[in-house]
């Protein structure tokens, strides 16, 4: 689900229903329908449905306990992240090696896509970039995805613990902060980058065995929150290498979500971007480090419709949409 600002939005929708309830004739005028889809009304923030009994494709089955940049094993293995020799088989736990150089997809300015975490994955969209749940797909539905030319990219939760995932038991306590605004979730202290750095590992490693091209890990902005934890913005940096890291250690692209501030320093690092309501907030000029380095910026808005940002948009080369908050099927593309 969206990830931006949770609290933020859960507060904006209190706003709502209570204005609602003191006006109860007053209609906003926010249910859309298009081409696309059937708007379903206004978005109502739900945390995502439990996963069903997993599969053995919804369970991280790849060499997930590997640690890459760990402390080097002994000189008769090879250090993480270093391709076996020729013949050999690879150690247990270690991930797998990098792609060849310049084999990371890049995804180009102006890229159409399609964004969907709920409901039933629509595949019919004729957009050549899809971004879903990593968990709640499996290997065919990726393979799928590939015969129509589409690239697929892997949402998993990189910020905060979600005790509707298979790998909840996973994170100690002493990881998980102050709730998010969603059911269910908490945030990570990142400052406790050793423990985390295998278990998001572990997340990458069955994304690369599905078959997703890239990875879009999600709340990679905890040190703006109230998270429980005294963290800055170096800390934040920190974590947000490390996870840049895995990804290309795998062959695959990462995106980086929000955390606008930062991307002047972590532009060089991530191959495109993914934004929630730039708009809305009047940040979208933030985000044209991306653009200038040839580097997509994918982007939703909640609330603004088309006919406010999309001129903007455009001019700036985002790749833009207006979306449901629960991030089903529906889109209306500028």
Known sequence: MTRRSRPLLAAIALTTALLASSCSSSDDGDDDTSADATGSGSPVATAPAVPQPATPSDTPTDTGSATPGATPPAPATPAPGTPPAPGSPRPTGQPPAPGPAGAVWQPKPGVTWQWQLGGTLDQSVDVPVYDIDGFEHDASVVASLHAKGRKVICYI????????????????????????????????????????????????DMCKAKGFDAVEPDLLDAYINKTGFPLTADDQLKYNRMIAGLA???????????????????????????????????????????????????????????????????????????????????????
């Open 157 to 204: 939760n990189a910020g905060s613990w979600e005790d509707f995932r298979p790998d909840a038991a996973a994170f100690s306590k002493s990881m998980q902060g102050s709730g998010n605004g969603w059911q269910g979730e908490k945030w990570f202290d990142i400052r406790q980058i050793d423990k985390l750095k295998p278990l998001m590992a572990t997340r990458f």
């Open 248 to 334: 290309h250690e795998r062959g695959m692209a990462v995106a980086l979500k929000n955390d606008l501030d930062q991307i002047p320093a972590l532009v060089g690092d991530f191959d495109f971007a993914v934004n929630e309501q730039c708009a809305e907030f009047s940040e979208c000029d933030k985000l044209s480090p991306f653009i200038k380095a040839g580097k997509a910026v994918l982007h939703v808005e909640y609330k603004v419709p088309t006919s406010k940002f999309c001129g903007q948009a455009k001019a700036l080369g985002l790749s833009s949409m207006e979306k449901h908050l629960e991030l089903d099927a529906w889109r209306q593309p500028c």
